[in-house]
């Protein structure tokens, strides 16, 4: 992608994350502050997740190999428009279950496109700027959260209110970014490079199923800091203003953690930034585990910047080196199935299920998870240097 393409694009992270951390952290009582029940509730913002399985490698599957990227874009967020109305005007369940789960489809698309758009960005020397791009969405989801949940909530209209407008905002900025975005991505649709498509298809289905298995530990295991991370810093006696400013430090560091990406790859080398990575990651879940000091807890939260901003830039970025150009969009968009819709969501609910027996011990599953995700993509570093060893045959 071009330079000129990168302003439209960096302004469609801001309006696609902006929203995000909100949906994230408050859909819940939004909804039950439309007078829902519990299991209306439980069942609305678990579809949120659910869709990322199946419908967003579909829907990504069918515009890249029939070229409408720019078509379903336009859709989508026209449909996001209109379901963010409804969502702010109706009470009833079914209305409401319909218009998230048609959000939750649309903005899962938006997201695998700006991240295959993303990965393939260059400054003008000609070095890779995805992580300035992720970090400028990660500084939005601060933005978002600070704007909805900060000192100007002071009331439950107002966040009655103000969420179905970001969802709108959202919408209306993507669609003033469409054209410049999908120009981008008919630009970037170039053939395969040469050493990719001579890969033996064997060594590459291969490859390919070590790279979703091993992103699918390393960034699943972040699932459970998101579910219990609150409810162990609640227990420990930490008040909900410092358990809020935990969390904005976590997302502000994310930023960071992005916007530097590039360099420090290009600085460090591939091979080292990712062990210091997985080190890092490796030393915040043992700090969950075992330490109760605030002050060790507050390294940990910091050090999200490791477990999963640095490496999800790696496994976004691989990802695309593994995929065909004109298949981007829906191999990032099998990524987040695999990694947040089986990873972050079954290691979410193993912890939330174990926290009452194990404490502060299911960070043990975080640490395997991220342990065993480094070894299977060490593995796949290992086959794709020495390729042969993948086409040895038995007797």
């Not at 109305?85 to 698309?109: D, H, K, Q």
């Not at 601060?142 to 919408?171: F, K, R």
């Not at 469409?178 to 298809?201: F, N, Q, T, Y």
């Amino acid at each position: 992608m071009t330079a000129r393409a990168n302003v439209p694009l960096a302004a469609s992270y801001v309006g696609f994350f902006l929203p995000a951390g909100v949906l994230l952290s408050y859909l819940p009582p939004f909804l039950a502050s439309k007078g829902l029940q519990a299991a209306e509730v439980g069942l609305i913002f678990s579809a949120v997740f659910a869709i990322k399985l199946v419908v967003g490698p579909a829907l990504a599957w069918w515009a890249d190999q029939a070229q409408r990227q720019l078509l379903l874009l336009a859709l989508a967020a026209w449909a996001s428009v209109a379901c963010g109305i409804l969502l702010a005007v109706s009470e009833r369940f079914g209305v409401v279950l319909a218009s998230v789960i048609c959000i939750a489809v649309c903005r899962n698309y938006f997201q695998c496109m700006l991240e295959a758009l993303a990965t393939r960005v260059k400054n003008a020397g000609g070095a890779p700027r995805y992580g300035l791009m992720r970090g400028i969405g990660s500084a939005s989801v601060c933005l978002g959260v600070m704007l909805y949940g900060g000192l100007w909530s002071a009331t439950a209209g107002y966040q009655q209110v103000v969420l179905p407008l970001m969802i709108l905002a959202s919408g209306f900025v993507l669609i003033a970014c469409l054209r410049a975005v999908g120009a981008a991505s008919a630009a970037s649709a170039a053939p395969p490079a040469p050493a990719v498509a001579a890969d033996p298809a064997r060594v590459r289905a291969v490859s390919v199923l070590l790279l979703l298995a091993g992103a699918t530990l390393l960034i699943g295991a972040n699932g459970v800091f998101y579910s219990t991370a609150t409810l162990l810093m609640a227990q420990r006696g930490v008040s909900p203003a410092g358990i809020a400013l935990l969390w904005c430090a976590a997302f502000g560091i994310e930023a960071l953690g992005f916007a530097a990406f590039d360099r420090l790859r290009a600085w460090c080398g591939t091979a080292w930034f990712f062990s210091l990575a997985v080190m890092l990651a490796l030393v915040r879940w043992l700090l969950f585990a075992q330490s109760g000091e605030l002050a060790w807890m507050a390294v940990a939260f910091a050090l999200h910047i490791a477990s999963f901003s640095w490496l999800h830039a790696f496994c976004a970025n691989w990802v695309r080196d593994a995929s065909p150009t004109k298949f981007a969009v829906t191999a990032q968009a099998i990524y987040t199935a695999c990694a947040h819709g089986i990873g972050i969501a079954a290691a979410a609910y193993a912890a939330s299920l174990l926290l009452p027996s194990l404490g502060s011990g299911v960070y043990w599953i975080a640490t395997v998870m991220t342990l065993v995700g480094a070894l299977t993509l060490g593995l796949r570093a290992a086959l794709a240097a020495a390729p042969d060893v993948m086409n040895l045959r038995t007797s």
